[in-house]
């Protein structure tokens, strides 16, 4: 299986950016693989796990948590920008928890208030709020 270029980023920094032997993305029509010579693509992605083969069997692999945006592959180039995204091993569950519950009582607070400001507040607080979650689903923490 031939190595092709993958490149991994979110709007702040790249995450990822090294030669692969396939990936495992995750779509917004499902997960579909990539591997060298693949057709030229444009997709926009789903909440998951972006699992990265760096060598052909699979013994070495790389896993991260993705969360909107885009895929593209070109020649031998796939490029995977997400909106919200990390490494998988990066991720500390007891500090998301804590997040999220902070976070969840920051919401019951904001759902009762009748204020503009505090409805908008609260759609950012909902977005973060399904970004820990999937955090902790990707790592079989929300259990």
Not at 2 to 31: D, H, K, M, Q, W
Request: proline share 3%; charged share 25%; glycine share 8%.
């Amino acid at each position: 299986m031939a190595n092709f270029r993958c490149t991994v980023a979110i709007p702040t920094r790249e995450l990822f950016s090294g030669e692969i032997s396939y990936a495992e993305v995750p779509g917004s029509e499902g997960s579909y693989g990539v591997m060298a010579g693949h057709e030229t693509l444009v997709t926009t992605n789903r909440p998951g796990v972006l699992t990265l083969w760096l060598d052909p069997e699979g013994h070495e692999k790389r896993f991260f948590v993705m969360n909107g945006g885009f895929a593209h592959v070109m020649g031998n180039q796939l490029s995977v920008l997400a909106r919200m995204g990390r490494d998988a091993d990066d991720i500390d569950i007891e500090d998301v928890r804590k997040k999220l519950n902070d976070l969840n009582k920051e919401i019951e607070r904001l759902e009762k208030s009748s204020s503009e400001a505090d409805a908008a507040i609260l759609e950012t607080h909902l977005v973060k709020k399904s970004w820990y979650e999937l955090q902790l689903h990707a790592v079989g923490a929300d259990r």
